[in-house]
Nanobody, 124 residues
Framework: QVQLVESGGGLVQAGDSLTLSCVASGGAFSTYAIGWFRQAPGKEREFVAAISRNSSPTTYSDSDSVKDRFAITRDNAKRTVYLRINSLKPEDTAVYYC???????????????WGQGTQVTVSS
């Protein structure tokens, strides 16, 4: 079983950029698709982006709040998946989680091995 640990969150200003990391230990990391999700205060957890085991394809949420500002990449040699967020907005404030799936998908129920999350807070 792969274990995932997120990092890179923090308090940032609106308009800044941030890169989150999801580091895996144990298991065969390169055989998993990895997804990023986020949960804002008082809201349900939502899908953000996912990347297949070989980095292509990737898929992103169709939400206007995500589209064109997020980029997911992975480095299998480093057992790490990254989520780059550009032009951060206060509505990006959330706990960001990564999780593993057998195949690339946007379906949250297909993901397991959830990390503990990393908090991103965007001030206006």
């Amino acid at each position: 079983q792969v274990q995932l640990v997120e990092s890179g969150g923090g308090l940032v200003q609106a308009g800044d950029s941030l890169t989150l990391s999801c580091v895996a230990s144990g298991g065969a990391f390169s055989t998993y698709a990895i997804g990023w999700f986020r949960q804002a205060p008082g809201k349900e957890r939502e899908f953000v982006a996912a990347i297949s085991r070989n980095s292509s394809p990737t898929t992103y949420s169709d939400s206007d709040s995500v589209k064109d500002r997020f980029a997911i990449t992975r480095d299998n040699a480093k057992r790490t998946v990254y989520l780059r967020i550009n032009s951060l907005k206060p509505e990006d404030t959330a706990v960001y989680y990564c999780a593993a799936a057998a195949h690339i998908t946007q379906e949250m129920r297909a993901f397991g091995n959830w990390g503990q999350g990393t908090q991103v807070t965007v001030s206006s």
